[in-house]
């Protein structure tokens, strides 16, 4: 049997998917910038790769520290276009001391503040910014929480692209700093990320720029993605029993479970065994509310500001996508209380040494909550996601 080379297999993989609607199966051209679907009302427009089975060892670049390491299924045609700055592969925490605390064998943390700028938010933006440049795009312009505001604007500098960010006026001044020291225009409004939205919206009538909102192009997810990739191949393909993931916009809960479909296509894995639990904010819980049957959608639901930055997301353009998820992995929601994100940040400071962002220490509230539900047993493997760093978001806390 003859050899596979990478670049062959490179360009069997890559070369080769479909842009696609994640609601009515609309194709686009994928040598164009895309937004979204208005074909069937606005829906996500995803990639769709023609996989099939083949080793990990044939796609997996070893020799690249990075998310980069599996480019074979990310849809950059031209690396020369690739703007990195070294994201990916964060590490995978043994949470020894609090797994004794709560009597779990294999609890488990996926530090995402090992990435530049601090957070998962590198991932897709540093995909988004190359694809953006790619396609001959010169001016990017982003809603934001915060962290995501803070990576357009560092992977943007590094393209030499122009990058506009539009956060809420209370959001801490560190995730502000940021942006402007990266050279971003900063636009300030107050409200929530949705209200920065329609400020964007108003302001691509006036500039030619590529909008890289949550979920509305097809190319943030794919860097997001990496994510589950990373989580199969460091637990040497044997996917956790559950994942806890902070969802606002919920581009990474979609991307973690887009990876795992994919890697069963293609043989890496046999079966996906992993419940996915989405944690929300009470203050901004949307999908706890269309699930709990108190709304047919989050379309007019209204949140308010919680300290957990980045859950603050009261109209999450993915929401169908989110729950599909959560259905198809037997997983569920849960909403968490602001003093509970505050008293479990601060405990996993002093007992595990890590500071993780509040909407990570959110999740260990939910796990707590899990754990009382009998819903998490002592043997199943526990995987924490959290998504950045607490530097950024120190104003928000008293110690």
């Known amino acids: 049997m003859e050899k596979t080379t990478f670049a062959e297999t490179k360009s069997s993989i890559t070369s080769n998917y479909e842009l696609v609607c994640s609601n009515c199966q609309q194709l686009y051209h994928k040598n164009q910038v895309q937004t979204f679907c208005t074909e069937c009302g606005s829906a996500p427009i995803v990639l769709k790769y023609a996989l099939q089975e083949t080793s990990s060892e044939q796609v997996i670049d070893q020799t690249e520290r990075s998310m980069w390491r599996y480019s074979k299924v990310l849809p950059l045609t031209h690396q020369e276009n690739r703007i990195s700055l070294g994201e990916g592969w964060t590490p995978i925490l043994p949470l020894s ?4 605390q709560l009597s779990l064998e294999n609890l488990m943390l996926k530090d995402e503040s090992f990435n530049p700028t601090g957070s998962f938010k590198a991932r897709g933006l540093s995909m988004a910014v190359s694809k953006a440049k790619e396609l001959g795009a010169e001016t990017c312009i982003v809603p934001t929480a915060g962290n995501a505001g803070g990576a357009l604007s560092a992977y943007c500098a590094k393209a030499q692209m122009h990058a506009i960010v539009v956060m809420p006026s209370h959001t801490p001044l560190a ?17 929530l990320i949705h209200d920065c939205a329609k400020k964007v919206a108003a302001i691509k009538q006036e500039i030619n720029c590529f909008d890289i909102s949550t979920m509305k192009e097809p190319y943030r997810l794919e860097g997001k993605k990496t994510l589950g990739y990373e989580i199969a191949e ?8 559950v994942v806890l993931y902070p969802a606002g916009g919920g581009t990474g ?3 973690i479970w887009k990876a795992f479909q994919e890697m069963k296509q293609m043989g890496w894995v046999k079966h996906i065994p992993t419940k996915m ?3 929300q904010a009470e203050n901004c ?4 509310a269309t699930l709990n049957g108190w709304q047919e959608n989050a379309a007019n639901y209204e949140g308010t500001a919680t300290v957990a930055n980045g859950l603050a997301v ?7 996508m989110m729950l599909d998820v959560l259905v198809q992995s037997d997983g569920e929601v849960l909403g968490i209380s602001e003093s509970e994100i505050t008293e479990n940040l601060k405990e996993m400071a002093r007992v595990e040494g890590l500071l993780v962002a509040p909407e990570g220490a959110a999740l260990l509230a939910g796990l707590k909550r899990l754990i009382k539900l009998n819903k998490i047993e002592k043997h199943h493997k526990v995987l924490l996601l959290n998504t950045g ?3 950024k978001y120190l104003d928000n806390f008293s110690f």
């Open 277 to 279: 639990i989405a944690i």
């Open 234 to 241: 460091q637990l040497n393909w044997e996917l956790p029993d």
């Open 314 to 320: 009261p109209r999450p353009f993915a929401e169908r």
């Open 253 to 255: 809960l979609i991307g």
């Open 389 to 391: 760093s607490a530097y």
């Open 175 to 191: 995730f502000q700093k940021e942006c402007l020291a990266f050279g971003a225009a900063l636009i300030l409004v107050d409200g």
């Open 97 to 100: 001391n609090l797994g004794k």
């Open 285 to 288: 819980q949307p999908l706890v």
